[in-house]
């Protein structure tokens, strides 16, 4: 009884060929670094500290519903605000940032503000939310 052998193919089955190549493009995917976007990141302070801060070195800040940035309740431009910011960190390293946000101010103009605290290198920066009726 005379058994036939069966005659490999070479490289002429794509199939094999574009299976090994999606699997190394999966492989180059999981092994590459992924840049990912976290936001801004806040150095939050410990339960058991506290931190206290002179009146004089807290900054004032409010944003209204129209996205206009006021200081002490006169308005002003987001590089007047830098400026005022850059002058007390000068005066005062330890100066305090206070952002008051009104609910439907363009989130834009928060996110400009906080960017513009980053830039001036504010290591206390607090904000809050507050309602059209407080």
Sequence with gaps: MLIKRKTRSGIENSSVLSDMA??????FIVI????????FLLNLPRKDSVLLVPRDELLR??????GSLFFMGNPLS??????????AIAE??????????DENAPWQNVVSFVELAQENRVDSFSFSLHNRGE
């Design 22 to 27: 999606f699997l190394l493009i999966i492989y």
């Design 32 to 39: 590459a670094g992924f840049n990912v976007n976290r936001g």
């Design 61 to 66: 800040f409010s944003i209204d519903q129209t």
């Design 78 to 87: 987001f590089d007047e605000a830098s400026g005022k910011i850059r002058s």
């Design 92 to 101: 005062q390293p330890n100066t305090a940032v206070i952002l008051s946000i």
